[in-house]
């Protein structure tokens, strides 16, 4: 016999500490064959006697008990196998990755990596824009601790977390004519209209979908890369934009009510599986929920 397993090591221990077979049994809940069987296998195993029997009961050898706080050792380091690592965000240095779309980038990333770095002062924080071709490899890989951003986007195979319930709202520039002419009964279609690229940071058929679903066309008039470029583009322009409303709450914007809410959507986080149980990725998902359940996202 080439190995002996932690049932063998702790029959040794409690031999040790009762000297009696039959109290051994009895603790273990097994039979006293039993414990006749591990201790022929520990001394197959050593080579060598582990006790003497008397008349009282068993009396260790010195070799046995020079094995003792070795296999205390063991022992303990096997128990603490299951003990949850401990981080203290508060001293420890250490690196944290997140790839973000543009709305998180906007709405939620600021305040997150202020309440972060409040508690976690030596923490080094680089923010990637979302890739939904690579942002599963990107987690596997370690490159990326986070992925956050709109859940159609991202891959279901994941572990994802919903952290917040978007929609969109329709916002003119402060000063525009359209209010105007919309209680002029002028139909929405009429309304010029702008409208922003495909990408994974907005979810442009939902407002294809209602316009749709309204009757209506939108009339659109110019085609934008991302939202950081409409205030610069309404400075120039008299138009409707359809946005993320806690974008809408951050803009120099006028919201107009619609006839019919959009549908809404939602803001994921998500994580590898193989990062489940990291105490760094727990403690950055809390300060995360933290961030969402207390940001502004009402269009103003």
């Not at 209602?210 to 659109?220: D, R, T």
Request: hydrophobic share 40%.
């Amino acid at each position: 016999m080439d190995y002996i397993d932690i049932k063998h090591m702790r029959v040794l221990l409690l031999l040790v500490k009762e000297l009696n077979v039959s109290r051994v049994a009895s603790k273990l809940d097994i039979s006293q064959q039993a414990v006749s069987a591990y201790l022929k296998r520990l001394r197959t195993y050593f080579g060598t006697e582990l006790f003497v029997r008397r008349s009282a009961g068993l009396e260790p050898t010195d070799y046995a008990l020079s094995l003792v706080p070795k296999i205390e050792k063991i022992l303990d380091e096997v128990s603490q196998l299951r003990s949850p690592q401990v981080f203290n965000p508060n001293i420890q240095d250490f690196s944290i990755c997140i790839m973000a779309n543009e709305y998180a980038q906007l709405t939620i990333i600021p305040s997150l990596l202020k309440t972060l770095h409040m508690q976690a002062p030596r923490a080094s924080v680089e923010i990637k824009d979302f890739n939904s071709r690579h942002h599963v490899e990107s987690l596997n890989s370690g490159d990326v601790d986070l992925v956050l951003g709109f859940s159609n986007h991202i891959d279901p195979g994941l572990i994802r977390k919903n952290i917040r319930r978007e929609e969109y709202c329709c916002v003119v520039r402060h000063g525009s004519a359209i209010p105007g002419k919309l209680e002029m009964k002028m139909s929405f279609s009429d309304i010029p209209a702008v409208k922003f690229a495909p990408s994974a940071g907005n979810i442009e058929n939902l407002v294809d979908d209602f316009f749709n679903k309204a009757g209506m066309k939108n009339n659109v008039i110019a085609t934008l890369p991302c939202y950081t470029t409409l205030g610069a583009f309404f400075t120039a322009n008299d138009a409707i934009a359809f946005i993320p409303s806690a974008i809408g709450a951050q803009g120099n914007y006028c919201k107009l009510e619609m006839p019919e809410k959009m549908v809404p959507f939602d803001v994921t986080v998500a994580w590898h599986r193989k990062s489940n149980d990291n105490p760094l990725r727990v403690w950055l998902t809390k300060i995360l929920e933290m961030t969402t359940i207390s940001g502004d996202t009402n269009c103003v």
